[in-house]
């Protein structure tokens, strides 16, 4: 790291104005996609995500079937404009990466069982990215399968807790991802608090991993909240809306 970047001042603020233990401001909608069978649109900071969902349908390529259970394949994908230095379009080992993650995390929400042989396909566009945009696309993914009506455990709430300037940060913006020394992406079922992601890029002590599950889990407390707002709004339109619908 290098040390002539502060990225916290004496007063204990962010770069962008933030304390510690502070989300970035959120936004979830549920329902924008009439096409797709459930949808989302969310932004945390300066990262704008899309989430569609379709299915449960039959599975193609017909060979991944599960005649036990439906299986759930997300696609994340980062749109070269999303970034301003233009990322190259199409999959890559990022992308593979993360929407593995993000299917594991799913599948122990959704009561796949009760699907055999289908598939439950989920689309993540990162439209504007700033850091942390695993995270905010697990969280919009879980709104738009709860929006298409999928049996599931629960929802999954999901943030990043890092390390700049030797301090844990909540919520990492590009900056501190950039100049900071560690960041662990996690996600949990809020019900049990049980953990369903949890990634680790950097350094952290023991002392450091524990207090940053706490914050992270505490924040994903949080975001939950919104999350099942988002869906109150959705099925609570007002008359004249749904007339015009
Ligand atoms: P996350 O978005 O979950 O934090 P990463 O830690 O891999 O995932 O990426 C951090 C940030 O780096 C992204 O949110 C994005 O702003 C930027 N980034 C990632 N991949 C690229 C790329 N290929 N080109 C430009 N910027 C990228």
Redesign the pocket.
């Known amino acids: 790291m290098d040390s002539d970047i502060v990225m916290v001042d004496d007063k204990g603020k962010r770069v962008d104005g933030r304390e510690a233990n502070d989300l970035r401001p959120m936004k979830i909608e549920a329902g924008v996609l009439p096409n797709a069978d459930g949808s989302a649109y969310l932004e945390i900071g300066k ?1 704008k995500v899309l989430a569609a969902v379709y299915g449960p349908r039959e599975c193609h390529p017909r060979h991944l079937q599960d005649p036990t259970k439906a299986i759930v394949q997300c696609k994340y994908n ?1 749109q070269s404009y ?7 379009p199409g999959p ?1 080992r ?1 992308s593979a990466e ?1 929407s593995k993650i993000i299917s594991e995390a799913l599948e122990s929400v959704i009561l796949t069982e009760l699907f055999p042989r289908a598939s439950i396909d989920v689309y993540i566009e ?1 439209m504007q ?9 697990l969280t919009a993914a879980s709104v738009a399968l709860a929006d298409a009506g999928m049996p599931m455990r629960d929802l999954v709430p999901s943030v ?1 807790v890092g390390k700049a300037d030797g301090k844990l940060l909540l919520d ?1 913006n ?1 900056e501190e ?2 100049f900071g020394e560690a ?1 662990l ?1 996690l996600a949990i079922i809020p019900k049990t608090d049980e953990v369903v992601l949890l990634q680790m ?1 950097g350094h952290m002590t023991k002392e450091e991993f524990d207090s940053a599950m706490k914050t992270g889990v505490a924040a994903c407390h949080e975001i939950y909240e919104m999350q099942k707002d988002a869906l109150r709004r959705r099925y609570s339109v007002g008359e004249e809306e749904e007339v015009e619908e």
């Open positions: 990262n980062m999303s970034v301003s230095d233009r990322k190259r890559d990022r993360i990162i990215a700033n850091a942390g945009t695993r995270c905010a696309g990043a990492l590009k991802d950039n960041d992406p890029d």
